[in-house]
């Protein structure tokens, strides 16, 4: 879990951690404030999209595919010893979510279904959809003619409906709680004659079952009337709710079955801080249970749904329009993993390497690393952002399961292996009591490390043995070589002018410029490649108070994740951490095969000098394949103020006609800048633009880039590239730190260029560190994330 608080000044500062949110009142006036299926609506200055948890996660697996029912009350069993990871509200039977994934148990079925007189078919050509319903009959019955129509428009037999018997006397009595507990229902189908493949099957119902939540979310508006596909699958099902640990073999006497066998069991206790629990977001999801906070997953999810327009599958072909949304509004961290996990998975790539997509370890700085894995960790980071920040997943789809660390290690995994070939992985040892005699290997999850158990195969596959292997399957470094460019190796090119009839001072001032801007703040890091040292305490009034005029980016205080997010410390694990970004379009995420004609371009750190800017504005002339667009972002000073909307709608308007053209990498400009025109704020520029661009569907086709006088300090760059700058020049820093050297105000053993690059290492040190305030690695991650809370304005 990560509790995420704004901080109180641009810069690192103490920060308290807000109560757990378990009081008396929730459980009796849930009603008072707008209460949703999935918790709280918004009210005031609750957002539920500021929840966060953590929790506490394992698994037990025959590695030889054994299945029985042993393998179920042992699972029962370590997630009842997970209980202390859970949360309990002050109703003492409210627990904050609980379940379990198992394997679909085919005699158990087989024979339930025999007794409603349908014959299931042979295991394989049939799937078993677990699905929470709204407890009114109408709209139960409503929602299963549309499954019923959807399968049939897919091609998929319906088969029939199974009530899931339960037994909620273990569950809490209170009014506005028990009216939240959904009709537990199971819809069994069977498999369309042309589908050849079980995997092809797998594919076609998570078509359907997209399909079918899509149409239901559109006949409600996005209200949430209690439905949710809990799982549907040939090979898997999920049980899951808003329980403690104790209450779920209680409650679902499936699981108390002896015909209910299985040969894997991923369990979950979740503990919600500052979350208002509810049964669908309980884990474990349809592919993963989850322990720590993805910091970055604003960033993700838009990026995610940037990529509808460009994205193309041969083994999705037309069917991939149905998909849209991977994942809605209100969703959880690990609801949105698990979608972009199954789309992966579903689109062709094996489990193993989707997780290394979304979860990379740490490489940009691994000397060590072998060359043919460091290629293809290179090549996938244009492919997918990584999904960042503290984890312990663990994963399965049935025929593997498997879990993983964050490259930090920030989550603890431990697992036994056993003499009956039994492994048993949770958050700490000693979860099922095993005697010692039997244990014949015990170890523990290492950052960015991957543990992975095929049960085809009948063994653990080891980290090295399933990276290797994947690296190697195809020649990630003559990929590379045909479509990635190093700004660096780039020839380099006379920067551009500014204009002539507006001084360095009238810039300066109408960039905000300040004598402490200048003197405490750029100077030290010009001198020292260090920003200056000064007090955590701030005692100005807040922007939206001020009566002085204050930039944008003062409204933006940065988050800060705390509490449970151990801090990473970005000098002593510069390992781990990363500035790289890539600029220009983005590759068809479901190339598997390396057919991409597009290139990419990689600046080993984001702030450009103006001759690295010059190079991308005239990288056209040199490399066919990239086209450059500056756009300038001023606008007549005679339209003032009240023209500033209008600029930035045509600023909206002129970039997508741009990506239309076939532009792919878009510089914002304020260079123009001077008493005939006004800058529109950096910031709110780049934020618009690359919003409209996602809106749009075209935001993956280009690369952003700004070119702005206003940024100087790091919290500047910082919101520029949390608002989805890719990388950013800033000229006026540079010519006043310039013109500051010239006139003898910088030390003299300090040429000019040195106090450019030492500029510019100082930035890249603090937004490091921001970034590691937030539990984030890599630049990449943290470009587009909006990991900011925006104080007085609309």
Same mark, same amino acid.
């Given at each position: 879990?990560?509790?995420?608080?704004?901080?109180?000044?641009?810069?690192?500062?103490?920060?308290?951690?807000?109560?757990?949110?378990?009081?008396?009142?929730?459980?009796?006036?849930?009603?008072?404030?707008?209460?949703?299926?999935?918790?709280?609506?918004?009210?005031?200055?609750?957002?539920?999209?500021?929840?966060?948890?953590?929790?506490?996660?394992?698994?037990?697996?025959?590695?030889?595919?054994?299945?029985?029912?042993?393998?179920?009350?042992?699972?029962?069993?370590?997630?009842?010893?997970?209980?202390?990871?859970?949360?309990?509200?002050?109703?003492?039977?409210?627990?904050?979510?609980?379940?379990?994934?198992?394997?679909?148990?085919?005699?158990?079925?087989?024979?339930?279904?025999?007794?409603?007189?349908?014959?299931?078919?042979?295991?394989?050509?049939?799937?078993?959809?677990?699905?929470?319903?709204?407890?009114?009959?109408?709209?139960?019955?409503?929602?299963?003619?549309?499954?019923?129509?959807?399968?049939?428009?897919?091609?998929?037999?319906?088969?029939?409906?199974?009530?899931?018997?339960?037994?909620?006397?273990?569950?809490?009595?209170?009014?506005?709680?028990?009216?939240?507990?959904?009709?537990?229902?199971?819809?069994?189908?069977? #498999?369309?004659?042309?589908?050849?493949?079980?995997?092809?099957?797998? *594919?076609?119902?998570?078509?359907?079952?997209?399909?079918?939540?899509?149409?239901?979310?559109?006949?409600?508006?996005?209200?949430?009337?209690?439905?949710?596909?809990?799982?549907?699958?040939?090979?898997?099902?999920?049980?899951?709710?808003?329980?403690?640990?104790?209450?779920?073999?209680?409650?679902?006497?499936?699981?108390?079955?002896?015909?209910?066998?299985?040969?894997?069991?991923?369990?979950?206790?979740?503990?919600?801080?500052?979350?208002?629990?509810?049964?669908?977001?309980?884990?474990?999801?349809?592919?993963?249970?989850?322990?720590?906070?993805?910091?970055?997953?604003?960033?993700?999810?838009?990026?995610?749904?940037?990529?509808?327009?460009?994205?193309?599958?041969?083994?999705?072909?037309?069917?991939?329009?149905?998909?849209?949304?991977?994942?809605?509004?209100?969703?959880?961290?690990?609801?949105?993993?698990?979608?972009?996990?199954?789309?992966?998975?579903?689109?062709?790539?094996?489990?193993?390497?989707?997780?290394?997509?979304?979860?990379?370890?740490?490489?940009?700085?691994?000397?060590?690393?072998?060359?043919?894995?460091?290629?293809?960790?290179?090549?996938?980071?244009?492919?997918?952002?990584?999904?960042?920040?503290?984890?312990?997943?663990?994963?399965?789809?049935?025929?593997?399961?498997?879990?993983?660390?964050?490259?930090?290690?920030?989550?603890?995994?431990?697992?036994?292996?056993?003499?009956?070939?039994?492994?048993?992985?949770?958050?700490?040892?000693?979860?099922?009591?095993?005697?010692?005699?039997?244990?014949?290997?015990?170890?523990?999850?290492?950052?960015? #490390?991957?543990?992975?158990?095929?049960?085809?195969?009948? *063994?653990?596959?080891?980290?090295?043995?399933?990276?290797?292997?994947?690296?190697?399957?195809?020649?990630?470094?003559?990929?590379?070589?045909?479509?990635?460019?190093?700004?660096?190796?780039?020839?380099?090119?006379?920067?551009?002018?500014?204009?002539?009839?507006?001084?360095?001072?009238?810039?300066?001032?109408?960039?905000?410029?300040?004598?402490?801007?200048?003197?405490?703040?750029?100077?030290?890091?010009?001198?020292?490649?260090?920003?200056?040292?000064?007090?955590?305490?701030?005692?100005?009034?807040?922007?939206?108070?001020?009566?002085?005029?204050?930039?944008?980016?003062?409204?933006?205080?940065?988050?800060?994740?705390?509490?449970?997010?151990?801090?990473?410390?970005?000098?002593?694990?510069?390992?781990?951490?990363?500035?790289?970004?890539?600029?220009?379009?983005?590759?068809?995420?479901?190339?598997?095969?390396?057919?991409?004609?597009?290139?990419?371009?990689?600046?080993?750190?984001?702030?450009?000098?103006?001759?690295?800017?010059?190079?991308?504005?005239?990288?056209?002339?040199?490399?066919?394949?990239?086209?450059?667009?500056?756009?300038?972002?001023?606008?007549?000073?005679?339209?003032?103020?009240?023209?500033?909307?209008?600029?930035?709608?045509?600023?909206?308007?002129?970039?997508?006609?741009?990506?239309?053209?076939?532009?792919?990498?878009?510089?914002?400009?304020?260079?123009?800048?001077?008493?005939?025109?006004?800058?529109?704020?950096?910031?709110?520029?780049?934020?618009?633009?690359?919003?409209?661009?996602?809106?749009?569907?075209?935001?993956?086709?280009?690369?952003?880039?700004?070119?702005?006088?206003?940024?100087?300090?790091?919290?500047?760059?910082?919101?520029?590239?949390?608002?989805?700058?890719?990388?950013?020049?800033?000229?006026?820093?540079?010519?006043?730190?310039?013109?500051?050297?010239?006139?003898?105000?910088?030390?003299?053993?300090?040429?000019?260029?040195?106090?450019?690059?030492?500029?510019?290492?100082?930035?890249?040190?603090?937004?490091?560190?921001?970034?590691?305030?937030?539990?984030?690695?890599?630049?990449?991650?943290?470009?587009?994330?909006?990991?900011?809370?925006?104080?007085?304005?609309?």
């Amino acid at each position: 879990m990560t509790e995420v608080t704004p901080s109180a000044t641009n810069g690192p500062a103490a920060q308290t951690k807000a109560p757990a949110v378990k009081n008396p009142s929730i459980a009796t006036g849930l009603t008072r404030i707008g209460r949703t299926p999935t918790g709280f609506a918004a009210h005031g200055l609750y957002d539920p999209r500021n929840e966060h948890d953590a929790c506490g996660v394992g698994f037990i697996v025959n590695m030889k595919g054994v299945k029985s029912h042993q393998i179920v009350t042992d699972g029962l069993a370590v997630l009842e010893n997970l209980t202390h990871r859970g949360a309990v509200g002050a109703d003492p039977l409210m627990g904050d979510g609980a379940g379990v994934l198992v394997q679909l148990p085919d005699r158990f079925f087989r024979e339930e279904m025999a007794s409603q007189g349908v014959e299931l078919p042979n295991p394989g050509h049939y799937a078993v959809g677990h699905v929470f319903m709204p407890r009114d009959p109408e709209l139960q019955a409503h929602i299963e003619g549309i499954i019923a129509e959807v399968a049939q428009l897919e091609g998929q037999p319906l088969l029939g409906f199974r009530d899931v018997p339960v037994d909620n006397s273990s569950l809490s009595k209170a009014p506005d709680i028990a009216a939240s507990e959904p009709v537990q229902r199971q819809v069994f189908l069977g #498999r369309g004659a042309e589908i050849e493949s079980d995997d092809d099957y797998e *594919r076609r119902l998570y078509i359907l079952r997209k399909v079918i939540s899509g149409r239901i979310h559109e006949e409600t508006k996005g209200v949430d009337n209690g439905f949710y596909v809990v799982s549907m699958s040939s090979r898997t099902i999920v049980y899951k709710g808003m329980f403690l640990a104790y209450q779920v073999g209680a409650y679902y006497k499936d699981l108390t079955d002896p015909r209910f066998e299985t040969a894997l069991i991923l369990v979950h206790q979740r503990f919600s801080t500052n979350t208002f629990p509810s049964w669908k977001l309980a884990h474990p999801y349809r592919m993963v249970a989850h322990n720590g906070e993805i910091n970055t997953l604003r960033g993700n999810v838009n990026w995610m749904a940037a990529r509808q327009a460009s994205v193309d599958s041969e083994l999705f072909g037309n069917d991939i329009s149905k998909l849209w949304p991977i994942s809605y509004e209100g969703q959880s961290d690990t609801a949105c993993f698990d979608n972009a996990l199954e789309f992966l998975t579903q689109g062709g790539y094996s489990l193993a390497h989707a997780m290394m997509m979304l979860i990379p370890e740490a490489w940009a700085g691994n000397k060590l690393m072998d060359q043919d894995r460091k290629a293809f960790y290179e090549y996938h980071a244009a492919l997918m952002e990584p999904w960042d920040g503290p984890a312990a997943v663990a994963f399965t789809d049935g025929r593997q399961i498997g879990a993983t660390l964050d490259r930090n290690g920030l989550r603890p995994a431990r697992y036994i292996v056993t003499d009956d070939d039994r492994v048993i992985m949770a958050s700490e040892a000693g979860v099922l009591p095993v005697p010692e005699e039997r244990i014949v290997k015990k170890w523990r999850l290492q950052p960015g #490390r991957m543990l992975l158990i095929d049960l085809e195969k009948g *063994r653990i596959v080891s980290d090295e043995e399933i990276k290797s292997e994947i690296a190697t399957r195809h020649p990630y470094k003559s990929w590379l070589a045909n479509t990635q460019l190093i700004l660096e190796d780039l020839k380099p090119v006379e920067p551009r002018a500014l204009r002539r009839d507006v001084s360095l001072l009238d810039r300066q001032q109408a960039f905000g410029f300040t004598q402490e801007d200048t003197k405490l703040l750029m100077s030290p890091m010009a001198t020292t490649g260090q920003e200056a040292v000064g007090s955590m305490g701030t005692d100005t009034p807040i922007s939206a108070m001020s009566d002085r005029s204050k930039l944008l980016y003062t409204y933006f205080k940065q988050n800060f994740a705390q509490v449970t997010n151990p801090p990473i410390d970005p000098i002593r694990e510069e390992l781990v951490m990363s500035l790289v970004s890539f600029i220009g379009p983005r590759p068809n995420i479901f190339d598997l095969v390396g057919n991409s004609r597009r290139k990419r371009l990689e600046v080993r750190q984001p702030i450009l000098t103006n001759g690295d800017l010059e190079k991308i504005r005239s990288i056209g002339h040199t490399e066919d394949r990239f086209d450059t667009k500056t756009i300038d972002i001023t606008y007549a000073s005679n339209e003032g103020a009240a023209g500033m909307q209008g600029a930035i709608d045509r600023l909206c308007e002129r970039a997508e006609a741009a990506v239309a053209g076939g532009y792919n990498i878009i510089i914002l400009s304020d260079r123009q800048l001077g008493p005939d025109r006004i800058a529109i704020p950096a910031l709110l520029a780049t934020a618009a633009v690359h919003h409209h661009l996602i809106r749009k569907g075209l935001r993956t086709s280009v690369g952003l880039v700004v070119e702005s006088g206003e940024p100087r300090e790091v919290h500047h760059f910082c919101c520029l590239a949390g608002y989805g700058a890719e990388a950013i020049n800033p000229y006026l820093a540079f010519d006043t730190l310039l013109d500051m050297h010239k006139r003898g105000e910088l030390p003299a053993e300090v040429d000019a260029n040195e106090v450019v690059s030492r500029y510019i290492k100082s930035i890249g040190k603090g937004i490091l560190k921001v970034m590691s305030k937030m539990g984030i690695s890599t630049y990449q991650s943290y470009c587009g994330a909006q990991i900011f809370d925006a104080i007085g304005l609309k």
